[in-house]
């Protein structure tokens, strides 16, 4: 199975900067897709960011221009750099992946991380 751990959350004022990693580890035979989801209280989970293994990305509108994904396949790592932070970015913040393992090297699966809380507050 893939595992995912998350860091980088937090409590940060209105204009400033956070940065999230998630490192994935365990039976890991190719991962195509990873990228962030976040879900605020009340609303549905949306997708904030991705990256696939080509290096193509894809941003929610309400963030472009102010968040940065990025892959570290080596690692098995993807970061979301997130500038110019607003109250409406406060929400949990999910890592996910799309991949294979190696019992199982065609048949993809989702994973999920579990969540690191990011707060945008004066």
């Known amino acids: 199975q893939v595992q995912l751990v998350e860091s980088g959350g937090g409590l940060v004022q209105p204009g400033g900067s956070l940065r999230l990693s998630c490192a994935a580890s365990?039976?890991?035979?190719?991962?195509?897709?990873m990228g962030w989801y976040r879900q605020a209280p009340g609303k549905q989970r949306e997708l904030v960011a991705s990256?696939?293994?080509?290096?193509?990305?894809n941003y929610a509108d309400s963030v472009k221009g102010r968040f940065s994904v990025s892959r570290d396949n080596a690692k098995n790592t993807v970061y979301l750099q997130m500038n110019n932070l607003k109250p409406e970015d406060t929400a949990v913040y999910y890592c996910?992946?799309?991949?294979?393992?190696?019992?199982?090297?065609?048949?993809?699966?989702?994973?999920w991380g579990q969540g690191t809380q990011v707060t945008v507050s004066s």
């Open positions: 365990g039976s890991i035979f190719s991962i195509s897709h």
């Open positions: 990256i696939i293994s080509g290096g193509s990305t």
């Open positions: 996910h992946v799309r991949g294979t393992v190696v019992a199982a090297p065609v048949t993809s699966n989702d994973y």
